[in-house]
């Protein structure tokens, strides 16, 4: 990062002797490639791209052959396996100049590239593959570190790369990336024998050697070079023409972050649904409370990866006075995102070509807010926050290009053409289509419990992010882990919560707006159980019943019903309540009494709920054993005395019991929640769903 602080330094080299030993060239070139996709420094998410020209057999002649190993079309260099690399005959590639029929019709030349290929690799080669290709020698890295972007993106950009460099790195000026910059970088490259690497404008680098690990030991000595002489140049002066704003306390950002993000989530998604990632880190707090930052802003992002990301430019939320200014944000963010959008369909229409495909969403993906911070907002977390990552680095690359030159963008027109290249469309097209809940949000009450797991495990495979809370903070922590490892990282929060706890409730639904936005699915699934003839139920026993599952799915329904009306998106609701909501059991009054009170509130909410398309539904199982926290201490004993038999016949009796002869499990209740929460009950509210195999008493009518 280019910053004066301690923490900037230089990029140390990773390779290990020992681990690269006795690896074959194209493990060699993984390796490579691993290790420089680990630092952001380096280069972004998916961007990049590193080559290795390999002496392989012909499966075919089963003669030598020289092949390209490429990383291929959508592969991130630091998360890449081996399979992710296209492989292409270097003398077919070669052949392919012949075809080539000019700028005009350079896009045409990536439909050859597939003839090229090597060994039936079904790995798509990407635009890149030439500019790998043409360059005589057999190891290549193609990085975007922000120390050498800063370089690209300056006014004097080919002047600071000689200062700097020399003629040890080159400079080539902006071309897309293609055929042509392919045949531009052959060509520099054998006119300067000694040049080690080559500077694209407004784009990257390109660094060359005979070895593997020379090639890395180049890329990283390059940057670092960069990275020592932007520290040297800056030392101790403001950058982007000083603070204007100071940073508000780390609990009140994040506190502002939660009441903006779902105001801004609700205007943007209601053609698709969004999910936001909040960042106040050092680099992008000094970026927002800068004085040049709307200026800056405006420019737009230089290298073609980040504004692919990012959009042309991001949206300035005015917020001067900090906190104080907070309401009056919210108040003016319509009227804003529609100047956004307007202009943002003007750059359309100025720029767009014959045949460029129809405009896409014209909503800001990046917003800076002054003092607090910024916000990405994309279809899932992970893009969302990627698209943050990638502004940060745009904020890295005009920290140091504003502070030693003048900063620059690309042209409008050639940021269109990138936006909108129609091999990008493509790329887009060929996307799966979105799982049923991606972009929502849901919270889970008592999601360390059997149901509550069982669920949230649901709803994740569906493309949801969750928010488990649970009282048990080691039971959730387990269970957040486990399911980290499955689903990701960006997927899943955890906030140890007592839903009885007013305070509590609020803050665990300002979490969730804070890092989602907002929230659209609220399952209600906190629990406890207790039998006792009513003579021996004491009050407390009464009362804790009252208030864990009757006062506790009130508030956090009503922390569901303020945030979802802020939002004006809708929401589901869904209550996990029980048989005894509708049958009353001997011996269990309080338990029952207050089953029936949420199946009540329910109805009560599913009423408030129906003209801001809230939906509130209640799902009732019954002895769901299995995996259930409830019925693994002394409920299980009490039940089974009820009936004169032994703890561990009950599962048995209450299989018999049912009409259908089936046992209940927590997967059958998930799968009903998930219903309810779904499209798929888009025109249900105020309806009850038995999980119970069947259970007479229980019938609703």
Not at 443 to 456: D, E, K, R, S
Not at 533 to 562: C, H, K
Not at 629 to 654: C, F, S, T, V
């Amino acid at each position: 990062m280019l910053n004066t602080s301690p923490t900037a330094g230089r990029i140390e080299s990773l390779w290990d002797d020992s681990q690269s030993a006795g690896m074959s060239e194209s493990e060699l070139l993984l390796y490579r490639s691993n290790l420089l996709g680990a630092d952001k420094r380096v280069t972004n998410f998916g961007g990049g791209n590193t080559s290795a020209k390999v002496t392989e057999t012909d499966p075919l002649t089963q003669q030598e052959a020289t092949v390209l190993w490429v990383k291929g079309s959508g592969g991130d260099l630091g998360s890449m396996g081996r399979d992710g690399f296209a492989t292409l005959y270097v003398d077919k590639l070669d052949a392919l100049k012949g075809l080539y029929r000019g700028l005009e019709h350079e896009d045409e030349m990536v439909g050859y590239l597939p003839h090229a290929t090597f060994n039936l690799n079904p790995r798509a080669a990407s635009i890149d593959t030439p500019l790998h290709a043409y360059l005589p020698y057999a190891h290549v890295d193609h990085t975007h570190p922000d120390a050498l972007i800063a370089i690209a993106a300056s006014k004097n950009s080919r002047e600071l790369t000689e200062t700097i460099y020399g003629e040890e790195i080159g400079w080539l000026p902006w071309k897309r990336p293609g055929f042509e910059l392919g045949l531009w970088l052959e060509k520099f490259a054998r006119e300067n024998p000694k040049a080690k690497g080559c500077v694209l404008e407004s784009h990257g680098l390109f660094t060359w050697a005979d070895t593997s690990k020379a090639c890395y030991a180049l890329t990283l000595d390059i940057i670092n070079r960069a990275i020592a002489w932007f520290e040297q140049e800056i030392g101790d002066k403001p950058v982007f023409g000083g603070a204007r704003v100071e940073p508000l306390a780390e609990t009140d950002r994040r506190a502002v972050a939660s009441r903006l993000m779902p105001e801004i989530r609700g205007l943007i998604g209601a053609g698709e649904s969004k999910v936001g990632h909040f960042d106040d880190s050092s680099a992008v707090l000094e970026f927002v409370g800068s004085a040049r930052v709307t200026e800056l802003a405006a420019l737009g992002t230089s290298c073609p990866d980040h504004f692919l990301r990012t959009k042309i430019w991001p949206l300035v939320v005015p917020l001067e006075k900090g906190a104080a200014s907070v309401d009056q944000a919210v108040a003016d963010l319509g009227a804003q995102l529609d100047a956004y959008r307007s202009d943002y369909a003007a750059y359309y229409e100025r720029c767009k070509h014959a045949d460029s495909p129809a405009m896409r969403d014209p909503n800001p993906v990046v917003y800076l807010m002054p003092g607090v911070g910024q916000v990405t907002f994309a279809r899932d977390k992970a893009t969302a926050r990627i698209a943050g990552e990638f502004y940060v680095n745009a904020i890295n690359v005009m920290r140091g290009a504003s502070s030693v030159s003048d900063y620059f963008g690309l042209p409008e027109q050639e940021a269109f053409n990138i936006e909108y290249w129609l091999l990008e469309e493509a790329k887009l097209q060929r996307m799966p289509k979105p799982k049923s809940l991606a972009g929502r949000v849901a919270l889970v009450t008592g999601a360390a419990g059997g149901i509550g797991g069982a669920t949230a495990r649901r709803l994740l495979g569906e493309g949801a992010c969750v928010v488990l809370t649970d009282i048990d903070a080691d039971a959730l922590e387990a269970t957040r882990a486990e399911f980290q490892d499955v689903y990701g990282k960006d997927v899943v929060r955890a906030v140890p919560l007592d839903v009885t706890d007013e305070a509590a409730v609020a803050h665990c639904f300002a979490e969730a707006a804070a890092e989602y936005g907002g929230i659209d699915i609220l399952v209600s699934n906190a629990g406890i159980s207790s039998a006792s003839p009513v003579e021996s139920t004491d009050l407390s026993l009464w009362q804790r019943n009252m208030d864990i599952l009757a006062t506790g799915y009130f508030l956090v329904s009503r922390e569901a019903f303020r945030l979802m009306k802020r939002q004006k998106l809708g929401g589901a609701i869904v209550f996990v309540a029980s048989k005894n909501g509708l049958a009353a059991s001997p011996g269990a009054s309080a338990y029952c009494t207050a089953k029936a009170a949420e199946i009540h509130l329910a109805r009560c909410l599913a009423l408030e709920g129906a003209d801001h398309s809230i939906r509130v539904n209640v799902v009732n199982p019954d002895a769901v054993l299995r995996g259930s926290r409830i019925w693994a201490g002394e409920w299980r004993e009490q039940r089974a005395a009820a009936y004169n038999m032994k703890p561990d016949e009950l599962e048995e009796h209450y299989r018999k019991r049912s009409l259908l002869k089936r046992s209940v499990f927590p997967e059958d209740v998930a799968e009903a929640i998930y219903f309810l929460a779904s499209d798929r009950a888009a025109k249900s509210t105020g309806n009850i769903v038995n999980v119970d195999a069947g259970n007479l008493v229980s019938f609703t009518r």
